[in-house]
């Protein structure tokens, strides 16, 4: 039997496991109404969410492949839920005033490809690999964009500030979506997602490197009460 043979299922799966990835975010929200602001965590990962939800929607739909249509249909509501709630509680002028420049910038490179590729006329497979490029670069985005918290990992001496969950869902699901593309035979989908596999695998060697928390909360914890 060829991987052809197993689309279906992959897909599936591959669907599944990713809107479960989504779900992920609700974890980190509820820390952040819980502390009742946005604290260290970037606000970048929700932002390059919703683009890259937005734009794998688009090519889904150029594409009339269902799997990749619900999966981003159903991302896109849920990474725009976290957007708005990570908005509310952003208190802090610094991180806010960056989250504007991100929204700022992603979303106008969102509007601008969305109207070339649905009204315009240009030919489908102008659009079809317009659309693709975008789209591979808002997944590279949106799994590095845990990144964007690294130099405080480092300066922290803890993975306290990355969203575990949400890079170690990412990981899997793009390892899932790049056997996708292998049986659709599209690289847009092959690509992107094999770095973002990269991407997130090395994230994870972080939590083996560092501990989860700051060197002072772990000799705080140690001490006898």
């Known amino acids: 039997m060829s991987l052809a043979d197993y689309k279906e299922t992959v897909a599936i799966t591959a669907t599944v496991l990713t809107i479960i990835q989504f779900l992920s975010g609700i974890d ?3 820390k952040i109404a819980k502390q009742g602001s946005t604290g260290d965590l970037s606000g970048f990962p929700f932002v390059g969410g919703v683009f890259s939800t937005c734009m794998w929607l688009s090519y889904g739909w150029v594409l009339h492949d269902l799997s990749m249509s619900v999966t981003n249909g159903v991302g896109l509501f849920l990474q ?3 957007l708005l709630i990570y908005i509310r509680y952003c208190i802090a002028l610094g991180p806010w005033y960056a989250l504007r420049r991100q929204m700022m910038v992603l979303f106008t490179v969102g509007l601008t490809m969305l109207y070339l590729t649905f009204f315009t006329e240009s030919a489908s497979e102008v659009r079809e690999s317009r659309l693709g490029l975008v789209c591979c670069a808002a997944s590279v985005l949106f799994c590095a964009s845990p990144l964007i918290s690294l130099k405080e990992v480092f300066r922290t ?3 306290e500030c990355l969203p575990l969950p949400l890079i170690l869902a990412t990981c899997v699901v793009t390892g899932l979506w790049w056997l996708y593309g292998i049986i659709i035979e599209n690289s847009f ?3 992107p997602n094999l770095i ?6 090395l994230q994870l060697l972080l939590f083996v490197i560092y501990p989860r928390k700051r060197k002072g909360e772990r000799i705080a914890d140690s001490r006898p009460v």
Not at 196 to 201: A, D, H, K, N, V
Request: aromatic share 16%.
């Open 189 to 191: 989908v092959q690509y």
């Open 196 to 201: 973002g596999c990269g991407i997130s695998g």
């Open 80 to 82: 725009a839920t976290y």
């Open 28 to 30: 980190i929200c509820f």
């Open 157 to 159: 001496q803890s993975t």
